[in-house]
């Protein structure tokens, strides 16, 4: 079975220009978490959605992020402009939303990197 | 800021030895779970324990919960080279939904 599926696996950029980084959950879950990792920080949750639904963005760092859940199969985060602190892995994982007693799945990541 | 902080930050041990990491959260949990990453990859879903369990088991992984401590303890047996990966405990606090709260990891290193 195809696990999450996230692109591209690596972006490297100049500061200034958008990035759009994509997710495909696993088909029937209706729950996808976008996080972050760098050394510092360590993971951090971003936004997640429930049945499309935004629930809690309050991680998302500032108004130049934005996500999108259009429909159940794909998101998308978006950062723009985008600037070398961003730089970081960016993770999307998938879940069941039904109770609270669920694991996540996560994708293999984007490795991003603003010049 | 991070609800668990793992306990050691890194650890390394040889092949066949047992690997026991800590996790200590800060706030009342509905679960608990444990992933693991290898490099360059995602995390994979290693095991939940719910907050009325005090321990499960899952082949050479053992896990344990102390709620009044508001700690747990993954403990990896007959440890193997595959088993070269970060470790990360993760927790849905109550009155959060269905969010994981991800602690710092433990890097750990199982030499052949």
């Known amino acids: 079975d195809a696990g999450v599926i996230q692109s591209p696996r690596h972006e490297v950029t100049e500061m200034g220009q958008e990035v759009t980084l994509r997710c495909k959950p696993i088909?029937?879950?209706?729950?996808l978490f976008w996080y972050r990792q760098t050394m510092m920080r360590g993971l951090e949750l971003l936004i997640y959605?429930?049945?499309?639904?935004?629930?809690?963005d309050s991680g998302m760092p500032e108004d130049r992020f934005s996500a999108k859940m259009p429909n159940a199969s794909f998101s998308t985060l978006k950062i723009q402009p985008s600037e070398p602190r961003d730089s970081a892995v960016y993770f999307c994982?998938?879940?069941?939303?039904?109770?609270?007693?669920?694991?996540?799945?996560f994708g293999d990541g984007t490795r991003l990197s603003i010049l | 800021s991070q609800q668990g902080e793992e306990d050691p930050q890194a650890l390394s041990i040889q092949e066949g030895e047992n690997a026991t990491m800590n996790c200590s959260y800060k706030?009342?949990?509905?679960?608990l779970q444990w992933y693991r990453q290898n490099s360059g990859r995602g995390l994979v879903h290693l095991i939940l324990?719910?907050?009325?369990?005090r321990e499960k088991h899952s082949g050479r992984l053992r896990v344990t919960l102390d709620t009044s401590k508001k700690s747990s303890s993954l403990l990896i047996t007959a440890s193997r080279a595959a088993d070269t990966a970060s470790y990360f405990c993760?927790?849905?606090?109550?009155?959060?939904?269905?969010?994981?709260?991800f602690g710092g990891g433990t890097r750990l290193m199982v030499k052949p």
């Open positions: 706030t009342s949990i509905n679960n």
């Open positions: 324990i719910r907050s009325n369990e």
């Open positions: 088909s029937g879950h209706n729950s």
């Open positions: 994982a998938s879940s069941l939303v039904v109770g609270r007693n669920q694991p996540q799945h």
């Open positions: 993760a927790t849905i606090q109550n009155n959060a939904g269905n969010m994981l709260t």
């Open positions: 959605f429930n049945n499309n639904v935004p629930i809690d």
